[in-house]
Nanobody, 121 residues
Framework: QVQLVESGGGLVQAGGSLRLSCAASGTIFSANAMGWYRQAPGKQRELVAGITSGGTTNYFDSVKGRFTIAREDAKNTVYLQMNSLKPADTAVYYC???????????????WGQGTQVTVSS
């Protein structure tokens, strides 16, 4: 069993910052790509930022220059530093990790439960 637990969401004023964390626990042989997604009310879930096992990152256009994704493999944890937040960033943020649970197993996607980020104007 693998669990992803997010933390760090909350209410912040426009222009403020938040740091999200997502820790994976359980039977983990390796964590491949990891990422953060968000879903606002009435909208589809979208990729915000992703990071490969080699450290290559990619970002949704609207967050480039404001958000930074990082990972700490020793802790199976991925972070999202969010600066210069805007009301349009308000959403539930989910982390996702592609995890292999044993040497012979396939890589499977796992999702966290989500954390609310609300940016007031």
């Amino acid at each position: 069993q693998v669990q992803l637990v997010e933390s760090g969401g909350g209410l912040v004023q426009a222009g403020g910052s938040l740091r999200l964390s997502c820790a994976a626990s359980g039977t983990i042989f390796s964590a491949n790509a990891m990422g953060w997604y968000r879903q606002a009310p009435g909208k589809q879930r979208e990729l915000v930022a992703g990071i490969t096992s080699g450290g290559t990152t990619n970002y949704f256009d609207s967050v480039k220059g404001r958000f930074t994704i990082a990972r700490e493999d020793a802790k199976n944890t991925v972070y999202l530093q969010m600066n210069s937040l805007k009301p349009a960033d308000t959403a539930v943020y989910y982390c996702k990790a592609e995890i292999r649970t044993n040497f012979y197993g396939n890589v499977r996607p796992y999702w966290g439960q989500g954390t609310q980020v609300t940016v007031s104007s």
